[in-house]
T-cell receptor, first 117, second 109 residues
Framework: ETGVTQTPRHLVMGMTNKKSLKCEQHLGHNAMYWYKQSAKKPLELMFVYSLEERVENNSVPSRFSPECPNSSHLFLHLHTLQPEDSALYLC????????????????FGAGTRLSVL | GIQVEQSPPDLILQEGANSTLRCNFSDSVNNLQWFHQNPWGQLINLFYIPSGTKQNGRLSATTVATERYSLLYISSSQTTDSGVYFCAVKTDSWGKFQFGAGTQVVVTP
């Protein structure tokens, strides 16, 4: 248990569905992240939220829509996904140090394994 | 952007063996972390080590920042050490964490 909880753990959806991934951190951190991990590829950062404001958007397609209602919760809303979006989606959190995210330590959730049919 | 290369890509060990994993990076970094991803996908932070040496049980890590590499040592390996080991670096305050491709470790009984 790392203090970061992701639900659901597994998700199968059709290309016309709309679903949401949820992440909750119990560590009192003020920054949260979404990563995508595809087979045989390094982890790819998708979004960063610091103090509930998005500070990084890594050229992610608009069919992925993040939401950070407070510092403990992060959502990833999915709609009209493609089969190539099938992957493990990982959430992480960290504590901003000295006004910057440079020296933070990231803690990861167990991920949501998404399959798009 | 910064390049992160990990070697070897795959490693098969017999239980009890020692091993060294390497992470090379192409630019100066202010943050470097080693992670272990278990077979179920959970990523666990092993070390925050932008420079110097740290030890935690059978694991230790050394980063030589001036030469742009980091090493992760696994001693007396156990089957529970199996999984993928990732090195991740960051070069500036708001820059993204750049992950290496990982080293897949399999420890056999």
């Amino acid at each position: 248990e790392t203090g970061v909880t992701q639900t659901p753990r597994h998700l199968v959806m059709g290309m016309t569905n709309k679903k949401s991934l949820k992440c909750e951190q119990h560590l009192g951190h003020n920054a949260m992240y979404w990563y995508k991990q595809s087979a045989k590829k390094p982890l790819e950062l998708m979004f960063v939220y610091s103090l509930e404001e998005r500070v990084e958007n890594n050229s992610v397609p608009s069919r992925f829509s993040p939401e950070c209602p407070n510092s403990s919760h992060l959502f990833l809303h999915l709609h009209t996904l493609q089969p190539e979006d099938s992957a493990l989606y990982l959430c992480a959190s960290s504590q901003e140090v000295g006004g910057a995210l440079a020296k933070n330590i990231q803690y990861f959730g167990a991920g949501t394994r998404l399959s798009v049919l | 952007g910064i390049q992160v290369e990990q070697s070897p890509p795959d490693l098969i060990l017999q239980e009890g063996a020692n091993s060294t994993l390497r992470c090379n990076f192409s630019d100066s970094v202010n943050n470097l972390q080693w992670f272990h991803q278990n077979p179920w996908g959970q990523l666990i932070n092993l070390f925050y080590i932008p420079s110097g040496t740290k030890q935690n049980g059978r694991l230790s890590a050394t980063t030589v920042a001036t030469e742009r590499y980091s090493l992760l040592y696994i001693s007396s390996s156990q089957t529970t050490d199996s999984g993928v080991y990732f090195c991740a670096v960051k070069t500036d305050s708001w820059g993204k964490f750049q992950f290496g491709a990982g080293t897949q470790v399999v420890v056999t009984p």
